[in-house]
């Protein structure tokens, strides 16, 4: 019986340390968690985890309604990404859509 609350309670261990590596990888960057996904094996995060709700939660941030969208530089589609569109460029002038995705 003794052997059996061990089990347990090794098992309750590595899901509370699985929980706590995983949730700050999140916490990282993009590129820095799927780095660390590499060397993980995804059912076990996605399987065991309540890896959605963890993921939410480590990218949520702080922006709330009404908040000016942060400022950032991408490549430009139309011209084959040689040149580049910074939002803050348009700031005061129009009203700017962004389309992340497909919406095909």
């Not at 509370?16 to 799927?34: D, E, H, I, K, S």
């Not at 399987?47 to 009404?66: E, F, H, K, N, S």
Request: no cysteine; aromatic share 14%; hydrophobic share 50%.
């Amino acid at each position: 019986m003794k052997w059996v609350l061990f089990g347990v309670l090794g098992l309750a261990g590595f899901y509370v340390v699985l929980f706590g590596v995983v949730l700050a990888a999140m916490l990282q960057t993009p590129a820095r968690f799927g780095s660390f996904m590499k060397h993980v094996p995804g059912p076990l995060v996605w399987g065991t985890l309540p890896a959605p709700r963890m993921w939410l939660w480590a990218r949520r941030g702080a922006l709330v309604p009404g908040d000016s969208a942060p400022d950032f530089t991408l490549p430009r589609h139309a011209d084959g990404g040689r040149d580049r569109v910074t939002l803050s460029s348009y700031r005061g002038q129009r009203p700017v859509v962004l389309v992340f995705g497909s919406y095909t």
